[in-house]
């Protein structure tokens, strides 16, 4: 769980009460849906990226930081009609409690808040960020689901894919926090955008990791779809001992699979890639100057690698 930064505890705070407002429709369904996603709030650490790289600007980052978890939230409500999902964030999914149909629309009710909040802006630089954004990720997604048909992906198709799918919305967050902040855009976005990295590669170790109370555990499998300490595994392994992993893919036999993953160090190379990507976060704030805005970047960043031990 990420600690809330002192700094931003009130702006913070708006941010909630700002998102409560938003959760709300004129249809009786969809207002018993936003009512029953707003009980379970996630972890906010786009909105708490925002706000930290917006420094003292952090009231008019607000509807901005309020927009971009939307904007995830209505991803998640997507993805969770692509991956089959039962749960989310500990409860039962919307698609598996209301239906694929409320799921997509709810999604879409969400996405099209967003974009009305991001309008009020009045920034057409800010909006193109959004639209990029949500482009991007959507291409990702797709990518994603392609792979499912291909049985083995590299790491590099892999990654590509996390950039997409959830690295450029971290990078979109501390970019938009900068301009708001009137700071220098680039290390803000390179820190989003690396910390997303680290981010996805600690969420995939989650879904094979007996630590993860809020998900069921080994859903990426039975999606057929490839994380990174199954391919690092994969890369290492030869001959009959490749097939023998693909053919426990298929099988989703997830409690083989991680013993064999455990045998070609699959769950340390991940968490060292995630740590490469945490410390290349930090780093990215080099040029920035010290503040007490950048100690809590760098906590943010370190709260990314708690989640992986
Ligand atoms: C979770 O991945 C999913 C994402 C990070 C992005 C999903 C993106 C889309 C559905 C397309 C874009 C949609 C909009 C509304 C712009 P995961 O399945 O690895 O994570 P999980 O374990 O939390 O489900
Ligand atoms: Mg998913």
Known sequence: MTTIPILIKESLSETRKELASLYTANVETASQILSYLSESEGKLIRPILVLLASHEKQQEAIGLASAIELIHIASLLHDDVIDEADIRRGKEAINARWGE?????????????????????????????????????????????????????????????????????????????????????????????????????????????????????????????????????????????????????????LSELKRIVERYGGIEYSQQLAEKYIEEAKSCLKTVSPSPYKDSLFNLADSVRIRVN
Do not use: C
Request: aromatic share 10%; net charge neutral.
């Open 101 to 253: 149909k409320w799921a997509v629309l709810v999604g879409d009710f969400l996405l099209s808040t967003a974009f009305n909040i991001i309008l009020k802006e009045k920034d057409w630089r800010i909006f193109e960020i959004f639209t990029r954004t949500s482009l991007i990720m959507t291409e990702g997604e797709m990518a994603e689901l392609e792979a499912k048909n291909s049985p083995v992906i590299d790491e590099a198709q892999y990654l590509s894919i996390v950039y997409r799918k959830t690295a450029s919305l971290f990078a979109s967050s501390g970019r938009v926090g900068a301009i708001i902040g009137g700071r220098p855009e680039e290390p803000f976005a390179d820190y989003g955008k690396n910390l997303g990295f680290a981010f996805q590669i600690t969420d995939d170790l989650l879904d094979i990791s007996s630590k993860n109370p809020t998900k069921s555990i080994g859903q990426d499998i039975k999606n057929g779809r490839l994380t990174l300490p199954f391919i690092h595994s994969l890369k290492e392994a030869k001959g009959s001992e490749k097939k023998k992993i693909l053919e426990l893919i298929s099988a989703n036999n």
